[in-house]
C-alpha cells in the first residue's frame, strides 16, 4: 500500500504570493491532517479534515485554509505570503482517528 | 493549555549504549495518548511508540521502550543498543481528542 504522498516537494514564491500544496492520503483513509514545521516554532497543528469536513483548526490565521475532495485527497492554500511561512509543511493521514495517522514527507515552502 | 516539553535539544549515544530521552507533559484530561516519533534526516515522520493514558504498563517496541509516569506527567523514551540508524530528531508528541501537540525535539547523534 503506498504511504501519504505530498506534491510538490519543494516550492519557492515571493511575499505577498499565494501557494497550493497537495496531500494525497493512503489509500482506504479518510482523515487529513496538515502541520507545519519551522526551527523556531517547532511542529504545529494547522487542522485536520475528515470525510471532506474540518474536523479540528489550529491557530493559525484565515490565510491559511484547507479543503478535502471526496477522494479523500487534501490541499492546503496560503494567500498573501509572508517571509515567516517559509517551512516544511507535513501532512498526516489517518483512517479516522488521529491517533492512528502517518506522516507525508512534506513539502518545502521558500517565501522569499 | 496543554503543553509537550523536551528540555534536552540534543543528545549523544555511542552505538550499542543505552540512551535515555526526557518528555514532560500538561493536561488536565484523563484520556489521552502519548507518542515519540523519529523524524531522520530525509524528514519522514515515523512513530515510534505509542502509549495509552489509561494503561499503567509501559509500551515496548523492540529496542524502544517507555517510562510513562502519570501522576508526574513525564513520558521518557529509552532506546536500548543504538544503532546508526536511530539517529534523527525525536519528538514527543501528545493528542487529546482530535488535535495533536508536540515537543521542540530532541536531536540524537549516534557515534560509531
Known amino acids: 500500500k503506498a504511504g501519504v504522498t505530498q506534491t510538490p516537494r519543494y516550492l519557492i514564491k515571493t511575499r505577498g504570493q499565494q501557494v497550493t500544496l497537495s496531500c494525497s492520503p493512503i489509500?482506504?483513509?479518510?482523515?487529513v491532517s496538515w502541520y507545519q514545521q519551522t526551527p523556531g516554532q517547532g511542529l504545529q497543528f494547522l487542522f485536520e479534515?475528515?470525510?471532506?469536513?474540518?474536523?479540528n483548526k489550529g491557530n493559525f490565521p484565515g490565510r491559511f485554509s484547507g479543503r478535502q475532495f471526496s477522494n479523500s485527497r487534501s490541499e492546503m492554500n496560503v494567500s498573501t505570503l509572508e517571509l515567516g511561512d517559509s517551512a516544511l509543511y507535513l501532512c498526516?493521514?489517518?483512517?479516522?482517528?488521529?491517533?492512528?495517522?502517518?506522516f507525508g514527507p512534506g513539502t518545502r515552502l521558500t517565501v522569499l | 493549555a496543554q503543553t509537550v516539553t523536551q528540555s534536552q535539544p540534543e543528545m549523544s549515544v555511542q552505538e550499542a549504549e543505552t540512551v535515555t530521552l526526557s518528555c514532560t507533559y500538561d493536561?488536565?484530561?484523563?484520556?489521552?495518548?502519548l507518542f515519540w516519533y523519529k523524524q531522520p534526516p530525509s524528514r519522514q515522520m515515523i512513530l515510534v511508540i505509542r502509549?495509552?493514558?489509561?494503561?499503567?504498563q509501559n509500551a515496548t517496541e523492540n529496542r524502544f521502550s517507555v517510562n510513562f509516569q502519570k501522576a508526574a506527567k513525564s513520558f521518557s523514551l529509552k532506546i536500548s543498543d543504538s544503532q546508526l540508524g536511530d539517529a534523527a530528531m525525536y519528538f514527543c508528541?501528545?493528542?487529546?481528542?482530535?488535535?495533536?501537540?508536540f515537543g521542540t525535539g530532541t536531536s540524537l547523534t549516534v557515534i560509531p
Open positions: 498526516a493521514s489517518s483512517l479516522g482517528s488521529i491517533r492512528e495517522q502517518f
Open positions: 489509500s482506504g483513509h479518510r482523515s
Open positions: 479534515y475528515f470525510s471532506e469536513t474540518q474536523r
Open positions: 493536561t488536565s484530561e484523563s484520556d489521552y495518548y
Open positions: 502509549q495509552e493514558a489509561y494503561k499503567q
Open positions: 508528541a501528545m493528542t487529546e481528542g482530535n488535535q495533536f501537540y
